[in-house]
């Protein structure tokens, strides 16, 4: 369930409403006479947060072994499908979405996801997949332009975000976050440092299911905390909230970061964007994660050499993120932070849209 920076994913499976009508004609007299149904229609059930991590799970499979008609189960009609910060409109429509993907798997006839982490709240789920495959056909590119085929093959991380009907089998909104110039990079279109060619070395993923517990809500809170704190540029206060051995994966960079440099990282931030700015849009707990979908914006006031920037651009940026946390004793010990690097130096204008 992948889309590159110009065409979104998708995913999910979905439960079959079969209605059945039921006539009785009844004999005798001379003229018949029609009697009501006696037959119920049968009654769809709500899923369980397990089974719908497991129907999750399935509409991935679909993806995976290219079974469509499967596949077009998982999305309700009206779905709407967004790959975010590829500057392209969000695919509205079953038959949109289903296009994009389809399109996706020209380009990458062998592309598989491996699925590392599944989050469940309610009609929320949140993964985090690894990508892989081999280009050997044409793929939509920057501008609209088709990349002809390198023959080099990918593996990236994606974060993906849905949101379900309310039986819990159909998804009716999804969100997309990877970062598209590790993925040109990996295929030797741009020089830009970005992360190896990736491999799950997970067995299956692992599931967490929301319980709506204190500890749950009380990690939300913290987050916000932190978020609050970063909002005014207080890096002691930042760091306060991060354990001493924290693993911090900004899938736009070459590699992950240790707290000491994830501290130096966001205090060169600091300087680079004097008004850098959080906006959290949706925030939620399962077990010891907690997830944040949200909006970055601030304006570039000085050099910022790990974003390839020499001196001030003086202009604005505008991206949107998904973040997940892993808490422990008070303490975030591993982070993932999902967007897509190449909105940002185009906005920047450090690269051409």
């Known amino acids: ?19 059945v009508l039921v006539t009785a004609l009844a004999c005798g007299g001379a003229q018949p006479r029609q009697e009501a149904a006696s037959a119920s229609q049968p009654v769809a059930s709500v899923l369980t947060a397990a089974e719908r991590a497991a129907w999750y799970q399935e509409c991935w499979g679909h993806f ?11 999305y309700a009609d009206t779905v709407e499908s967004e790959q975010v910060g590829s500057g392209e409109p969000a695919a509205r429509g079953i038959e949109a979405t289903l296009a994009v993907n389809r399109g996706f798997t020209e380009a990458f006839p062998d592309v598989k996801g491996s699925g590392e982490l599944i989050l469940v709240k309610g009609d929320a789920i949140v993964s985090v997949y690894v990508l892989n495959g081999t280009h050997t056909g044409p793929l939509l590119g920057p501008a609209g332009h088709s990349i002809p085929a390198t023959g080099k093959p990918i593996g990236v991380y994606q974060a993906h975000r849905i949101r379900t009907d309310a039986l819990g089998s159909k998804v009716v909104e999804e ?33 967490v299911l929301a319980a709506g517990s204190p500890a749950e809500l009380n990690n939300v809170e913290l987050m916000r905390a932190q978020m609050a704190a ?24 070459p590699q ?7 501290s130096s990282a966001t205090q060169e931030f600091f300087k ?11 925030a939620w707990g399962a077990g010891d994660y907690v997830v944040v979908a949200g ?15 020499k001196k001030a651009t003086n202009k604005a940026v505008s991206a949107r993120y998904l973040d997940i946390a892993r808490w422990e004793k008070g303490k975030i010990k591993e982070e993932w932070l999902f967007y897509d690097g190449m909105t940002m130096a185009q906005q920047l204008g450090l690269v051409k849209k």
């Open 272 to 282: 680079a964007f004097p008004d850098a700015k959080l906006t959290p849009l949706k």
């Open 256 to 262: 992950d970061l240790t707290f000491g440099q994830n």
């Open 1 to 19: 369930m992948y889309v590159d920076h110009r065409s979104p994913a998708r995913t999910a499976a979905a439960l079959v409403s079969v209605l």
């Open 64 to 74: 995976n072994n290219r079974a469509w008609e499967k596949y077009r189960a998982c």
């Open 230 to 253: 970063y909002n005014t540029h207080d890096l002691k206060g930042v760091d306060a909230y991060y354990a001493p051995d924290l693993v911090y994966h900004d899938l736009t960079a």
């Open 295 to 309: 909006r970055f914006e601030g304006t570039n006031k000085g050099p910022m050499p790990a974003m390839g920037v």
């Open 175 to 207: 969100e997309f976050y990877s970062d598209s110039g590790t993925m040109m990079t990996q295929l030797g279109l741009s020089p830009t440092p970005a992360r190896p060619v990736l491999k799950s070395v997970a067995p299956s993923p692992m599931v």
